[in-house]
């Protein structure tokens, strides 16, 4: 399981704090803090507005990369601002997006033919949200097929089906279970990942919501979760599933975070 850590959010108050004032302290612990919880990727997103979004970005990238050595997930909602701030990166990680929204993909798959950068696919277009399987199903089909004519192989892709709330569509979680397997199907190779806490907005107990719907994605083939490591319940489950679903060798991912503490009650 590919653990993407979303706390160095902009949108995040904590973080946003931090960033209007460049508590450089503040940055560096939550990177160091997400990678030794089992961070694979560090999101960097600004949330900031569009005149700063690149000077921040580079700065968050700086500071993250001094304190640790985890590839980072560069995180933004304009895909001409992920190719300012790519040079800054000491490293090929992840971007995070494209989608067939206003040719995104003809902007970034270009850029990244040749090197060792993979990059998050959201499954939506000049549309929106699509609210049913098959077209989630088409236009990861289109992306893919746009990746291969830059030698973008389906293994550096990670297929977003988007989760759509509980709360406004009662089959959310089975759409996505769907067009999870489908995908799956189609591209073996290819990674599916989601930010999954999406499924709980609105309602309550959305820690137990996550939680189960974590356990029911992975078991569809989800791999990879835009999530919070330091969510010692999010990463029980996590560790939990893989083990029951016979992908943790005999137990040791799991045994060795719970010895270490990262994982059950907080030891007194």
């Known amino acids: 399981m590919i653990i993407i850590g979303e706390k160095l959010n902009g949108v995040i108050p904590g973080v946003g704090k931090a960033i209007e004032e460049k508590d ?32 921040t970005l580079k700065w968050m990238m700086e500071i993250v990369q001094d304190a640790v050595d985890t590839p980072l997930c560069i995180d933004s909602p304009n895909p001409n601002v ?10 090929p990680g992840l971007l995070n997006s494209v989608s067939e929204e206003h040719g ?9 033919k040749g090197t060792d950068w993979k990059v998050v696919a959201l499954t939506c277009d000049n549309n929106g949200i699509p609210t049913d399987v098959e077209t989630r199903i088409n236009i990861t089909k289109i992306m893919v097929e746009k990746a291969k004519k830059y030698d973008i192989d389906e ?7 988007l989760v759509i709330a509980i709360s406004t569509d009662n089959q959310s ?14 591209y073996p190779r290819i990674h599916i990942t989601s930010g999954l806490s999406n ?8 820690r137990i919501i996550n939680q189960n719907f974590m356990t029911l994605a992975m078991n569809a083939g989800m791999d990879s979760a835009i999530m919070d490591p330091l969510n010692r319940e999010m990463m029980g489950t996590l560790l939990a599933t893989n083990m029951l679903l016979g992908k943790d060798r005999h137990c040791r991912k799991f045994t060795m975070a719970y010895r270490k503490g990262r994982i059950g009650p907080v030891k007194k």
């Open 24 to 55: 450089e302290a503040f940055i560096r612990d939550l990177a160091i803090k997400q990678t030794e919880a089992g961070a694979d990727y560090i999101d960097v997103c600004a949330g900031t507005t569009p005149d700063i979004e690149v000077e």
């Open 82 to 91: 992920i190719l300012e701030v790519m040079p800054y990166a000491r490293k």
């Open 104 to 112: 995104k993909c003809e902007i970034i798959f270009p850029e990244i």
């Open 155 to 161: 293994s550096r892709i990670f297929i977003d089906p």
């Open 173 to 186: 979680l089975v759409k996505f279970v769907e067009a999870t397997k489908a995908i799956k199907e189609l």
């Open 199 to 206: 499924i709980s907005f609105g309602m309550p107990l959305r």
